[in-house]
């Protein structure tokens, strides 16, 4: 069975900028994946930043940007706000039809 | 606006059924494939089922193959998750959701005796 792995923790500093990758336990992450990204606050629905590698949903702004980085994907936020503390999800396509989330990224902002 | 509405959760007892159902409204339903992805107390998000737009495909994690079955009908612009012989495993908030764009808010199940 193969898992996606996501850092369990990151921190960033106001204005600063931070890197939160998801990977697989056995081989390497491509397009073909088609990794995707979500942002969840508590006590809310996750709400989709990026989709399909590096497009972002509507409405997300520019400074969340989405690629693939040597063998995972890769979510950039730079310009790092308070409200971007939140739990931050990949899934990836696993070929065939099943989807698989990673174990999210909890991400503080101090 | 786009609006995804789950309704159906509760409490129900081990083994026994529910049926999950998810409006859509603001965007053109039958042009989107439709997820289920829900989340037990705590833990994090799990994928749980998809169907292609038409309705022709469905896809289910291993953990819900052969006990939930998704369907949608794009007539109503809704999604369906019917759940048979539930488990106390699969308490939690249970969301439907494009992946590329929108989420609902959640129906919470709860399945104890």
């Known amino acids: 069975q193969t898992v996606v792995t996501q850092e369990p923790s990151f921190s960033v500093s106001p204005g600063g900028t931070v890197t939160l990758t998801c990977g697989l336990s056995s081989g390497s992450v491509s397009t073909s994946y088609y990794p995707s990204w979500y942002q969840q606050t508590p006590g809310q629905a996750p709400r989709t930043l990026i989709y399909y590698t590096n497009t972002r949903s509507s409405g997300v702004p520019d400074r969340f940007s989405g690629s693939i980085l040597g063998n995972k994907a890769a979510l950039t936020i730079t310009g790092a706000q308070a409200d971007d503390e939140a739990d931050y999800y990949c899934v990836l396509y696993m070929g065939s039809g099943p989807w698989v989330f990673g174990g999210g990224t909890k991400l503080t902002v101090l | 606006q786009v609006q995804l509405v789950e309704s159906g959760g509760g409490v129900v007892q081990p083994g026994r059924s529910l049926r999950l159902s998810c409006a859509a409204s603001?965007?053109?339903?039958?042009?989107?494939?439709m997820h289920w992805v829900r989340q037990a107390p705590g833990k994090g998000l799990e994928w749980v089922a998809v169907i292609s737009n038409d309705g022709s495909n469905k896809y289910y994690a291993d953990s819900v193959k052969g006990r939930f079955t998704i369907s949608r009908d794009n007539s109503k612009n809704t999604l369906y998750l019917q759940m048979n012989s539930l488990r106390a495993e699969d308490t939690a908030v249970y969301y439907c959701?494009?992946?590329?764009?929108?989420w609902g808010q959640g129906t919470l199940v709860t399945v104890s005796s």
């Open positions: 959701a494009t992946l590329i764009r929108d």
């Open positions: 603001g965007f053109t339903f039958s042009d989107y494939a």
